[in-house]
């Protein structure tokens, strides 16, 4: 069962929208405050009431709580309006293991397809001796990652 | 599974030596002594990443006379799993209904 780089397998998801390629960029980055599930896909769930996502290279994504606090979940590593945007991606902020989300708005007809794809989970191991002991344990918990994203 | 959860059982496993003991748990209950075996670090360090795990809802411990037998905990894996698999679904799909929204408002 041992598992090469590649099979540490990135989460693929693509979404259709009736906006254009400008307004669907506008709507995910500046926008994203406003349709992001807080309550289920933030560190403070139901404390969080924003989120920012700060439009240029080096510019933070994070939520901020009622009380005014905030918490990190990105940054922003490339940044090409309105075709593509990559994010260093933390899947726990205490730890410097970032992953990597990168988000391409396609043109579709009149609208956009959104293709989003989450990867670097290898990077989560301490690197490539770690890895050849540790081969499954990532294959096992993510392995649905890439049967999803068939 | 709330996203902190998620992140506590997902950091649980991000680091190698938990991830090495949850392995040897698949084969099967084990005792801490067991798991000890062989590996690099003391046994109050196993014992340490076990209760870690056992907080992520990775693993379950029960007590065997004076041994701790630990096993993986199937209901918090499975959440896990449910939960990562969903996550950017979720999120897309609240993503679409915002973009669709913003769709119609504008065809008013």
Not at chain 1, 2 to 24: D, F, H, I, Y
Not at chain 1, 108 to 114: C, I, L
């Amino acid at each position: 069962m041992t598992m090469q780089a590649s099979e540490l397998a990135a989460v693929k998801r693509s979404v259709s929208v009736p906006l254009p390629v400008e307004k669907a960029f506008q709507l995910f980055t500046d926008g994203i405050g406003t349709w992001w599930p807080f309550v289920t896909h933030s560190l403070g769930g139901e404390e969080t009431e924003d989120a920012v996502l700060e439009p240029r290279v080096g510019g933070l994504v994070y939520e901020r709580r009622r009380d005014g606090t905030t918490e990190e979940w990105a940054d922003v590593t490339a940044w090409d309006p309105p075709h593509r945007l990559e994010l260093s991606w933390r899947v726990n902020p205490t730890r410097a293991e970032p992953t990597e989300v990168e988000v391409e708005f396609v043109p579709e007809g009149a609208g956009t397809r959104v293709e989003l794809e989450h990867r670097g989970w290898e990077r989560l191991e301490d690197g490539p001796e770690a890895r050849a002991n540790y081969d499954t344990g990532w294959e096992f918990v993510l392995g649905r990652y890439s049967e999803a994203a068939r | 599974m709330a996203y902190a959860d998620a992140i506590d059982a997902m950091d649980a496993l991000g680091e190698p030596m938990r991830r090495r003991l949850f392995e040897r748990l698949r084969t099967g209950p084990s005792s801490v002594g067991e798991l000890a075996a062989g590996l690099p670090v003391s046994r109050p360090a196993v014992s340490q990443h076990l209760r870690v795990l056992k907080e992520a809802g990775l693993v379950s411990e029960r007590r065997d006379g004076t041994r701790r037998i630990y096993r993986i905990e199937p209901t918090g894996l499975a959440e896990l799993r449910a939960y990562i698999d969903s996550f950017w679904d979720d999120a897309l799909a609240a993503f679409a209904a915002a973009a669709e929204a913003e769709s119609r408002k504008e065809e008013e």
